[in-house]
């Protein structure tokens, strides 16, 4: 049914490195010889919120495909969207939803302006229950920021998505919704939540390491790397993961 391409935490910034490692990713994925049908880009898009790391994201991401976007705990509403989106400056939640090839993916909005946790707000939720109940027959990827269960990870728990109760709520009354698709925590990892996998896409800028690896928090050395969502006709989801030298 589709091939979904999943990245998250790009974190452009002013300097080179940042855009050297988006780049490298973004022209693996558009030198593909099968090109995705989308790709999935779950958050943390600039590092410091400014409307120039828009810009210099935008201009960089060149593909033949769709690319969908969500804010994570490092963007700022306003300039994402004039920079990113050509929209007008507003700070409410960045909510949007797209369907391609017969899969609804929705883009939620987990961040909470100002901090690191996330949250869905009152109007996100109110957004997500309807996009649901308007298409029950297309299978769905829920996809946000922040992780909304723990990863055994303190660094991240901390700082994950709380209040996640009438997320729960929602997923186990809509059996459509495939998977939960999250960035945030710089580490590909999976789980369970509410039932439905729980994928964590990898860090474009860097790599967390698991407390019992080191005690270095974050490695800078590490490559990028890519999920790959293969979602079949009959709904069974297969995730792969590539790293780009």
């Known amino acids: 049914m589709g091939i979904f391409a999943h990245v998250s935490d790009v974190h452009i910034d002013a300097g080179e490195r940042s855009l050297q490692r988006a780049g490298r990713v973004f022209r693996y994925l558009a030198e593909l010889p099968t090109p995705p049908d989308a790709v999935i880009v779950t958050g943390d898009l600039a590092d410091h919120g400014a409307e120039s790391e828009y810009e210099r994201l935008r201009e960089l991401v ?21 920079a990113l989106l050509g929209e007008a400056p507003d700070a409410r939640p960045i909510n949007r939803a797209f369907e391609i090839n017969g899969v609804l ?32 027959e297309l299978p769905t990827f829920v996809c946000f920021h922040h992780p909304p269960e723990p990863l055994g990870i303190p660094f991240i728990d901390e700082i994950r998505q709380f209040g996640t109760e009438r997320l729960a709520a929602l997923v186990e009354r ?29 860090s474009i800028t860097s790599t967390l390491m698991l407390p019992f690896e080191t005690e270095e928090i974050f490695n800078r050395d590490l490559p990028p790397m890519i999920a790959f969502h293969l979602l079949g006709e009959d709904r069974r989801l297969t995730t792969h993961y590539r790293v780009i030298l």
């Open 105 to 136: 993916i929705l883009m939620l909005d987990s961040s909470i302006p100002g901090r690191n946790d996330g949250l869905l707000a009152d109007e996100t939720i109110e957004w997500l229950a309807a996009a649901l109940a308007n298409q029950p």
């Open 62 to 82: 060149d593909l033949p495909v769709p690319v969908l976007w969500c804010p994570g705990n490092h963007d700022a509403r306003e300039p994402y969207r004039k």
């Open 174 to 202: 809509h059996p459509q919704v495939v998977a939960l698709l999250c960035g945030h925590a710089h580490t590909p990892a999976a789980g369970v939540f509410a039932g439905r996998p729980m994928l964590v896409a990898p």
